[in-house]
């Protein structure tokens, strides 16, 4: 009769394996020691543990050198993964907890230049409704999920903009937009500070995907008697975030 391995010692055991494909994932190119360095391992141990990962060609190993490296089972898993993804369904939950958070209604976009297009929208009923709408279009150069993502467009991109003026505080010269959209970078999030309309900011950062491109834009959108200046300072840091766990989620491998 085969002797039944205890459950506990399964889980221990697929923990140190999925130990070890992590550290190579972050460092390929390691040796066996490395590897047992890395993971706090004995060489006997690592070397059990990647037999059945290299099977399942999550791992392979350079016959030459000996190296690890991840194997293209890992690529199968990651387009599986990444087949399954929707966008809305990926931030849904992040959105609702900025929203609970900061008591705002909080708006996720995507870009269709030279607009971008509001994909979905977590509102308080406690507050003014917002007028937006989802399938509704934006300005890129005038709210703030819109600068959030111009910020890492190319300079063509902008160059193409026609920068119509919504309010009297809307930028309409592209030499400043594009000290703004550096001041962004810097910074990691947006502010449209009554830009589009006349008694509303917003706050918003980009969503990065697997290609760490930007995919998407969150944002805090509220009156002016709510969300202040100073304000503006505290909800920045929130609302990038926010957008760099839903990036996270979406693969992006720098955020």
Not at 23 to 45: D, F, I, M, N, Y
Not at 61 to 87: I, M, N, P, S, V
Not at 156 to 182: F, G, N, S, V, W
Not at 202 to 228: E, K, M
């Amino acid at each position: 009769m085969l002797a039944l391995v205890p459950e506990r010692n399964q889980s221990a055991s697929l923990r140190r394996a999925l130990a070890v494909l992590d550290h190579v994932r972050e460092r390929p190119g390691l040796s066996l020691t490395q590897l047992a360095e890395a993971a706090g391992l004995p060489k006997s141990t690592v070397l059990r543990l990647t037999v059945p990962l290299i099977e399942a060609r999550l791992l392979e190993r350079d016959r030459r050198t000996g190296a690890y490296r991840l194997g293209h089972g890992t690529l199968r898993l990651g387009q599986a993964y990444l087949a399954t993804l929707d966008l809305r369904a990926v931030a849904a939950e992040e959105s609702h907890r900025l929203m609970s958070e900061v008591r705002e209604t909080v708006h996720l976009v995507v870009y269709d230049p030279p607009h971008v297009v509001y994909i979905d929208k977590v509102e308080n009923d406690a507050n003014v409704r917002m007028a937006s709408r989802i399938g509704s279009r934006g300005a890129a150069h005038c709210t703030a999920v819109g600068k959030a993502i111009l910020a890492w467009q190319p300079e063509d991109a902008l160059a193409e903009l026609t920068l119509e003026p919504r309010t009297k505080h809307t930028i309409i010269d592209h030499d400043r937009l594009r000290a703004e959209l550096a001041h962004i970078r810097r910074r990691g999030y947006a502010v449209d500070d009554r830009e589009n309309e006349p008694e509303v900011r917003c706050v918003a950062a980009p969503i990065f995907n697997h290609n760490d491109a930007v995919a998407a834009a969150i944002s805090v959108s509220g009156l002016t008697s709510r969300i202040t200046a100073a304000r503006v300072r505290e909800l920045g840091p929130l609302v990038a975030g926010t957008a760099a766990r839903i990036s996270r989620k979406l693969g992006s491998p720098n955020r």
